[in-house]
């Protein structure tokens, strides 16, 4: 039978749908976890499935890249204005917008990237947008 681990982390970032009818198309920010799950079907010399350090580093980048930003689609009007007053700080969305799901799937590619121990599997991430809201991205 495999075991399962996750990481969580919190992050404060902000985003607007541009293509919600309703008040999400506004700018508006979320508290987000974000949980990295992974699996494997036999525990290390250590007794573990990994050491969570190794998680953690996984998904630091990915995680770093979300918090205290805005997220937005670059199909916006204001993607050139605001990505030249705030930088990095405003992370492109190639004609996508960053939804919850979209999201989600953008970590997952980018700690799937950087994990690198032998015998886990990235299972999925989740990402929680309120304390009753949440996606999962997997493959």
Known sequence: MPFR???SFTVE?????TKHPGSCRF??????????IVTS????AADMVCD???LKAAATDAVHRFDHTFALNTADPRFAELRAAYGDHVVAFPDTDPTTEVLAREIFQQVRAKLQVPGVRLERVRVTETATSWAEYWE
């Open 13 to 17: 970032s902000g985003h607007l749908l």
């Open 41 to 44: 079907d036999q525990l290390d």
């Open 52 to 54: 969570f350090k190794a």
């Open 27 to 36: 700018p508006h920010g979320h508290s987000r976890t974000i949980e990295i």
């Open 5 to 7: 681990i996750a990481k």
